[in-house]
């Protein structure tokens, strides 16, 4: 089956930087967008970006935006979630989902529908 891995996660200070990546087998990336999730202890999942097939115009929920950078690389079957000036509020259990589907809608971030989902990769944000 369509399998996701998510790696990068760790400790970091607040104010800090962190690259995740999330990669693709068995099936080609170039053929489904990627949403990546998050989830605190106690707190409902919630979206954090957006990418499309064609990587333009990706969506951000408005914690993300102007802080966090989704990107993909079809060639190495990887997305990328730059994640920049973090705060102890984006600790959090993240994880990337596939969907089979070109585009990026708001609806996307409800969590339902996707093809596969990776284990999750966990980010702390403490000095």
């Known amino acids: 089956q369509l399998r996701l891995v998510e790696s990068g996660g760790g400790l970091v200070q607040p104010g800090g930087s962190l690259t995740l990546s999330c990669k693709m087998s068995q099936y080609s990336l170039a053929h489904y967008s990627i949403t990546w999730f998050r989830q605190a202890p106690g707190k409902e999942r919630e979206g954090v970006a957006c990418i499309p097939v064609s990587a333009t115009l990706p969506l951000y929920k408005d914690f993300a935006l102007d802080r966090f950078v989704i990107t993909r690389d079809n060639n190495n079957d990887t997305v990328y979630l730059r994640m920049n000036g973090l705060h102890p509020a984006d600790s959090a259990t993240y994880y990337c989902?596939?969907?089979?589907?070109?585009?990026?809608?708001?609806?996307?971030?409800?969590?339902?529908?996707?093809?596969?989902w990776g284990q999750g990769t966990q980010v702390t944000v403490s000095s």
């Open positions: 989902a596939a969907k089979r589907f070109g585009e990026c809608r708001d609806w996307q971030f409800t969590g339902d529908g996707y093809n596969a």
